[in-house]
T-cell receptor, first 119, second 109 residues
């Protein structure tokens, strides 16, 4: 079936540094990648949507200069949290969407998430 | 805009009990509907889906029927196990996914 590999699964960084999170679709081409943020015991909040080769579309209230999204290929998207601060600590999840396949590979597949802790 | 309203938890059950998690939606079109499950510390896994009215999605003993007349997609399982303890999210798809708040289910042995 469809697999999205998200890396790292957890990261601790110092305040003021930048962290990059990668999402790779392993057996399909993702036409669109979604990035979500999840606070403890809360639902997923969509941060941005990116299409391969295009600039990401950010949801209202999400700082595009802070959360840099790159979707360089149909199998790779990255989220970089720049100048991270403790309030950026959260669980980040990517989701790859494809309409280039049928059957089990069609639709949304989620990464396993990245737990970011900024100290 | 499109939205999902999901039964709030937490829900605590004994093994072999019947589970129902209510989900209703508001949408302008005819979205696809999903149930996702999230185990502690993990991402989301698709549990089941339905793409049109009266479709029934089923997987691992869970079922949900797309009811257009009541704009609902309630999740049910007849006999839960401890391994079903997780957070369950109802979602609809209108190009991008909109999630409900999530319902935490704990099944006790």
């Amino acid at each position: 079936g469809a697999v999205v590999s998200q890396h790292p699964s957890w990261v601790i960084c110092k305040s003021g540094t930048s962290v990059k999170i990668e999402c790779r679709s392993l057996d399909f081409q993702a036409t669109t990648m979604f990035w979500y943020r999840q606070f403890p015991k809360q639902s997923l909040m969509l941060m941005a949507t990116s299409n391969e080769g295009s600039k990401a579309t950010y949801e209202q209230g999400v700082e595009k200069d802070k959360f840099l999204i790159n979707h360089a290929s149909l199998t790779l998207s990255t989220l970089t949290v720049t100048s991270a601060h403790p309030e950026d600590s959260s669980f980040y999840i990517c989701s790859a969407y494809t309409d280039l396949a049928t059957g089990p590979l069609y639709g949304y597949t989620f990464g396993s998430g990245t737990r970011l802790t900024v100290v | 805009g499109d939205s999902v309203t999901q039964m709030e938890g937490p829900v605590t059950l004994s093994e072999e009990a019947f589970l129902t998690i209510n989900c209703t939606y508001t949408a302008t079109g005819y979205p696809s509907l999903f149930w996702y499950v999230q185990y502690p510390g993990e991402g989301l896994q698709l549990l089941l889906k339905a793409t049109k009215a009266d479709d029934k999605g089923s997987n691992k003993g869970f079922e949900a029927t797309y009811r257009k007349e009541t704009t609902s997609f309630h999740l049910e399982k007849g006999s839960v196990q401890v391994s079903d303890s997780a957070v369950y999210f109802c979602a609809l798809n209108d190009y991008k996914l909109s999630f409900g708040a999530g319902t935490t289910v704990t099944v006790r042995a």
